[in-house]
């Protein structure tokens, strides 16, 4: 489904480092993050052997995903539970919307689901006069405010206490002006223990599917997906069908990168096994691919289907953690949603694989050791190649490569350069020069590195 | 055709050639001397508590004394016992006044600070979430380094839910701050018997 953004990637950036205290926070925070997630993948001497275990065990996944699929559709079939396959965002929305229908429910809670947001689940919904609570803390604060999450993990990482007190305050009646998080989150508690207990269907993601079990492992520190989908009568639980792993003993190598590589926690306090519905209960499995087939034909970008959701790629990038999550007009975003979404659609997010320094940090903690730094290069040659990228990029790379092209007409740019920098700053320092925004230009080096070679070779 | 047969139609049409799939050495994985206070550490560090006490007799001292002044103990442990109040219903509502459940746990993982719930221990699956503390009670010798090596012990061709809980439940979800008690338990304490 294309996402309705009517700004880029750097357009929205711009906006969000205008204020710079905030980008500084948002910066740090992250960075923090990071660096829990350094410290816990250090104290298992076997971290890189279980990253490439991960990664193998999930290129076997893709490999014989429909061997897989099969398996687990049969089990959880023999398990009591109900699969359901959707070819799109949309046909995921409508099987969902008819479940609640042929039920007549309408308490709904939702834990979270990186695919139904994906899927633009709940406005769909709310277009129907359903309504979904969601019972994530950070969903349900950005729910309040009409907003999208900003971070797979963490998903109101964007705002600061006083947002969420605000917001609050409006909607729950909790103090104006109390800023302090116990307080606030001791006021979400008792609002979605009622909303839990009153629930008659519940939502929930997928983490890993298991071909072998036909059952699903859904993660969390709340403990929301287990409230809602322990308390409601029917459960339905979304996957992509990438999700897949071929057997249980799989989990112990999952489960132990997962927490390391989001939060650095060594794991999330539930890792909640459904195998079969309890006794009266409807259970559900959703089963969606949404483009995911036509990724997996891609050679250059199948990997990325690798993708567990631990976000240590949005921590680490430069990029992401100064530009926050909305700039990226996904649901998915950060360096894996740059390499996912223009899958999905090209046009809509050409601008996003731009999006990255390509420093390679992202493919240098993600634990299933996706190559996303170089997919973001590749995605950036086929963008051009669909004659897609930015009218300035393709100039300049033109440019660019007539003068690297010609070395006597390097040599004379590089002169030039120098001395217009030197001579005519206001030339380069001014609101036309891309570079110029929220930076200082260099000064200027009195020779090129070829010419003091050239002088110090013959001294 | 049906949205199965697309989807299953397209993969089949593009998965690459199938890869081997790695063999997992359990052995390789970290392995701790002194299980208990590896896993004492941990679960400290992610907000829960751990005891140690040497036999059942000592188990039942233990529980009188963290049930006193509580309203609503859930015994899952032993369901008969006379001290404790029972609820009346399991209706949702009288759940969520539940002050304590005490529950057995299988297997209790040294690394990660998690103890396995299997869903006959739990009696009903939402009680180890609804409930406002939560005491699990682990054989000390049903201990084991790694995660990997909890997965070999776990039949799941026999369990309906299970789940590895690791602490009271919590959130950052404000500005990075740590809140413990997000929707589950505000305490969590694990004993470990033998």
């Known amino acids: 489904m294309s996402s309705q953004a009517n700004f880029t990637h750097a357009e929205a950036a711009e906006q969000f480092i205008a204020d710079e205290p905030r980008t500084d926070w948002h910066d740090d925070t992250l960075w923090f993050v990071r660096e829990k997630r350094d ?38 079939i023999a398990n009591g539970i109900q699969v359901h396959w959707a070819v799109d965002g949309k046909e995921h929305n409508e099987i969902i919307y008819k479940i609640i229908q042929d039920n007549q429910v309408q308490r709904i809670v939702k834990s979270k689901s990186m695919l139904t947001e994906e899927c633009h689940l709940n406005e769909f919904l709310t277009e129907k006069g359903v309504e979904i609570v969601d019972t994530d803390l950070g969903e349900r604060i950005v729910q309040f405010r009409k907003e999208t999450p900003s971070h797979i993990v963490l ?72 409230m809602g989908a322990h308390a409601a009568k029917i459960h339905i639980a979304c996957m992509g069908f990438e999700k897949i792993i071929p057997k249980a003993e799989h989990l112990g190598v999952f489960l132990r990168l997962l927490a390391r590589s ?62 926050g999550g ?51 290069y590749l995605w950036r040659q086929e963008i051009t190649k669909e004659g897609m990228a930015a009218k300035g ?23 030039m350069g120098r001395w217009v920098v030197k001579h005519l700053p206001f030339l380069t320092n001014n609101g036309m020069n891309p570079w110029f925004k929220q930076r200082e230009m260099p000064e200027a080096p009195k020779e090129s590195f070829r010419d003091w070679y050239l002088n110090n070779k013959q001294k | 055709m049906s949205a199965r047969e697309t989807i299953l139609a397209g993969i089949m049409a593009n998965q690459p050639l ?17 299980l208990v206070s590896q896993f004492k550490i941990i679960l400290e560090a992610i907000g829960g508590a751990c005891l140690e006490v040497k036999d059942h007799e000592e188990l039942d001292t ?30 949702l509502e009288s759940l969520a006044s539940i002050d304590m459940a005490i529950i057995n746990g299988s297997l209790a993982v040294a690394e990660s600070g998690a103890v396995w719930v299997s869903e006959e221990q739990m009696i009903l699956r939402i009680l180890p979430f609804i409930t406002e503390q939560l005491v699990l009670v682990v054989d000390r010798k049903n201990m084991v380094s790694n995660m990997g090596q909890a997965y070999q012990q776990i039949d799941f061709s026999e369990i309906g839910f299970g789940a590895f809980i690791a602490g009271p439940s919590k959130t950052a979800d404000i ?20």
Not at chain 1, 189 to 218: P, W
């Open chain 2, 62 to 91: 233990i529980l009188q004394e963290l049930i006193k002044e509580k309203q609503v103990v859930l015994n899952a442990i032993n369901p008969s016992q006379t001290l404790v109040r029972q609820l009346q219903t399991d209706s």
């Open chain 2, 18 to 34: 199938s890869q081997k799939l790695p063999v997992v050495r359990v052995n390789e994985m970290i392995q701790y001397e002194d």
């Open chain 1, 155 to 226: 998903p109101a990482i964007h705002l600061k206490k006083q947002d969420v007190s605000e917001t609050f305050h409006e909607h729950l009646g909790t103090e104006k002006g109390n800023n302090d998080p116990q307080y606030l989150t001791e006021a979400a508690r008792g609002h979605l223990r009622d909303k839990f207990i009153a629930s008659e269907l519940a939502i929930t993601g997928v983490n890993f599917a298991v071909a072998e079990t036909g059952g699903f492992v859904v993660c969390t520190n709340e403990g929301n997906a287990d």
């Open chain 1, 393 to 415: 990029k393709t100039f300049a790379m033109w440019g660019m490569s007539e003068v690297l092209a010609h070395p006597a007409i390097y040599r004379m740019a590089g002169k």
């Open chain 2, 175 to 194: 500005e990075q701050s740590l809140v413990i008690g997000a929707h589950g338990p505000k305490k969590s304490m694990v004993i470990l018997v033998g």
């Open chain 1, 262 to 323: 989001a939060t650095g926690q060594p794991i999330t306090t539930y890792s909640s096994h459904f195998s079969k519905p309890r006794a009266g209960q409807q259970m559900h499995i959703v089963i969606v691919d949404n483009g995911r087939s036509r990724q997996l034909g891609r050679e250059s970008f199948r990997n990325s289907l690798k993708c567990i959701r631990c976000a240590a790629c949005f921590n680490t990038c430069p990029v992401y953690r100064r530009s």
């Open chain 1, 326 to 376: 909305h700039s990226y007009h996904t649901a998915v975003a950060g360096p894996i949603g740059s390499i996912l979404n223009p899958n999905l659609d090209m046009q809509a997010n050409k601008d996003l694989p731009f999006a990255s320094t390509l420093c390679g940090s992202c493919s240098n903690v993600c634990p299933v050791k996706i190559n996303i730094h170089e997919q973001l």
């Open chain 1, 39 to 76: 410290k816990a993948a250090h104290s298992l001497p076997e971290w890189e052997q279980l990253r490439q275990w991960a990664s193998d065990i999930k290129y076997h996944g893709l490999s014989n995903m429909h061997q897989l699929l099969v398996d687990f559709e049969k089990n959880a």
